[in-house]
């Protein structure tokens, strides 16, 4: 970024890694006095808030889970008396209690910074038009992308998710020119607005959007519909404040994380030991400076790998891949970790394969197997089927390491639902 950064700092390895290791002892010192669930966790693992003298001593801190926050409930992990406190926020958790969080004052400013950070990235300007199409309430998204919006000095339209009238309505008559949404919100609008033969009309240029799997076909297509210059892949989850963890960047080079706001460590999701630097595994957070409820080695279960080397776009935050799926998903294939999202990463860059796959395990005589059906694309012809096989086997094989039987099947022949799709069908025996 070559035009003067209000928000995003520049800080070299060194400043960050001090800043880090600042910021590690003052929250274990923090949460060790001011939360009974930390000083026991710290207490049973041995540990005293002294034994961390430099980053390495990361590795031998406990982690913190989603199970500490439900066995916390109503307010877990809290480390302030409950009058500093100005906020609580909670998402939606699929099963059982939600998932409650609580924020100091501080908190909600650190959060506005960091969502601030994801505006200056994305290349906006004070006269851009902010249209927020997420939830708002005691979801973190609209809270979240308005607070920054406002503190970057854009000019919010707080909508929220649905009511494609008066979304419509405010993309024309109010001329945004960013939206924050879902994938598939962006691209509801995106055919909204080719059927209404809007396009010469609008004059939006970016969209942010995250907080649900998306494809990149999928993104191509709401993209050109809304006739994009950018997009921007949002990272951000409520224990972590809420959105705005990180985003990518003009360059596309993967997505730049707050590193004097956190700690990312990818960790191998079965050993819990550091992969190697590029290496796929789970994304474990801990926060620097959140009072309310302080992070340590958060396991987020999100799968994504560190990139190393700067960025062509000169933000010298870190940067990660786009998240590639759940740790849960994780399969262990002859001693090799395998996720589903590395086989759609290799479909993408096959024209006349659909996105649609299913995984199935087998295994015979003590022996490992692995097949891959995947669809063809619509509109292809299947006269190509053993060849396109092959070429997709091969580049499986050189992403994965390891060997998997490629079919090719029709379009839309395999099984389709909303929400997760099962693509792994493991019929292995313990034996
Ligand atoms: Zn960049």
Known sequence: MSQEQRFIPHLDEQQIRDIQLEGLQWTLRHATTGSPAYRKKFDDAGLKPGDVQSLDDLVKLPFTSVEDLRDGYPMPLLSVPEEDLVRIHASSGTT?????????????????????????LAGLSRLDRVQICVGYGLWTAGAGFQ??????????????????????????????????????MALLLGEEIEKQGLRDKIKLEKCIFGAEAHTPKMRRRFEDLL???????????????????????????????????YILEILDPVTHLPVAPGEIGEMVVTTLRKEGAPLVRYRTHDLT????????????????????????????????????????????????????????LTRTGGRDSMRIRIERAKDVRADNDPGLGKAVSDALHKQLLARAGVEIVDFGSLPRSFGKTKRVIDERDDD
């Open 96 to 120: 059982g209690k939600r998932k409650v969080l609580v924020y100091t004052q501080k908190d909600v400013d650190d959060w506005k910074i960091m969502m601030a950070r994801c505006y200056e």
């Open 147 to 184: 607070l920054g919006c406002e503190h970057f000095g854009a000019t919010a339209l707080p909508v929220g998710p649905g009511n494609l009238e008066i979304q419509m309505q405010l993309i024309t008559d109010m001329g945004t020119t960013c939206l924050c949404s879902t994938a598939s």
């Open 227 to 261: 006739g994009l210059k950018h997009s921007f892949d949002i990272t951000g989850m409520t224990e972590l404040y809420g959105p705005g963890a990180g985003l990518e960047c003009m360059a596309h080079e993967g997505v730049h994380y707050w590193a004097d706001m």
């Open 305 to 360: 790998r560190l990139l190393p080397g700067a960025c062509s776009c000169g933000v010298s935050m870190p940067r990660h891949d786009k998240i590639l799926g759940r740790s849960d998903d994780m399969i262990i294939f002859r001693g090799v970790n395998i996720y589903p999202g590395q086989i759609a990463g290799v479909l993408e860059k096959f024209p006349d394969t659909g996105s649609e796959y299913q995984i199935q």
